[in-house]
């Protein structure tokens, strides 16, 4: 019987039904023989063939295509995990990035910066915009809060702030490694093609010529973890190894944390939070 084969896919789309409440969706309670949305409901609400659906839980009819994941995840109201894992079940993979602007990070996420008081920290969307960080990051690297939003993207400060230009010893090699990775963390985000990066590259290059030139290099590169070395006014010149991180269920954050390279540099960073101790 083809309903005793290894379905995963099916087993979950049925579990997923069967919990679903009929009243939810304004549809009449009435006798019903089993608990949740009949296969028809759920074909109607996912915009396909009621035999389809019935064949898929079966499994029957071969693989689906994103197109029907994407339906049925709507029609059964699936959360973005929940979808992700009948693209796993249904075609071995994740389904493609979507780009989500992000405006912030909650309370939780900043929290956890706020505990690394001498690893300055700071949670960065896809485009580079810092949308969190932490009070060492303030000090060490800029003072986000008093810059407007907008001012907060890493590339804009990088190419056209004299002053952050000045903080970052080797410029030169940094600036190439921070375009390549900006290209790759928007690829996988499925941002590439979005209005929004188009414009912020299209600005980037008439404010930098030297950003126009590495953009056209077209290099990718992973952020991955390494050693920035870091010119500060008071503190002078600290070696800073780096380590980036996703955070989990939330793909278009990334978040960098900085540890001083030696116990000098360790003794030079906390002489400096101490200094600027509010």
Do not use: C
């Amino acid at each position: 019987m083809v309903d005793d084969a290894p379905n995963p896919l099916g087993t979950y789309l049925r579990d997923r039904r069967t919990r679903l409440a009929p009243a939810a969706f304004g549809l009449a309670v009435g006798r019903r023989r089993t608990p949740g949305l009949r296969r028809e409901e759920v074909a109607s609400r996912a915009n396909i063939s009621p035999t389809w659906y019935t064949w898929l839980e079966q499994g029957r009819g071969g693989a689906p295509s994103p197109d029907v994941l994407d339906r049925i995840a709507r029609g059964l109201m699936l959360t973005e995990p929940e979808r992700e894992h009948i693209y796993m079940l249904g075609l071995g993979r994740p389904p493609e990035a979507r780009y989500q602007p992000v405006d912030g990070i909650t309370p939780r996420l900043q929290r956890v910066l706020d505990g690394m008081a001498l690893s300055p920290a700071i949670v960065k969307t896809a485009m580079w915009d810092v949308v969190g960080w932490n009070r060492a990051a303030a000090v060490l690297l800029t003072d986000y809060a008093k810059l407007p939003r907008e001012g907060r993207n890493i590339l804009r400060l990088m190419f056209g702030s004299d002053r952050i230009r000045a903080r970052n010893a080797d410029f030169d090699s940094i600036a190439r490694f921070v375009v390549g990775a900006f290209r790759a963390d928007v690829a996988r985000a499925g941002a590439s093609m979005s209005a929004e990066v188009t414009k912020l590259v299209a600005e980037l290059s008439r404010l930098s010529p030297e950003f126009a030139a590495l953009w056209q290099d077209n290099e990718v590169v992973s952020h991955g973890e390494g050693v920035k070395r870091i010119y500060h006014p008071d503190a002078g010149l600290l070696a800073m190894e780096y380590s980036s991180f996703a955070v989990e269920g939330r793909p278009e954050l990334g978040m960098i944390i900085y540890n001083p390279a030696s116990a000098e540099d360790a003794e030079r960073l906390r002489v400096l939070l101490d200094q600027r101790r509010d």
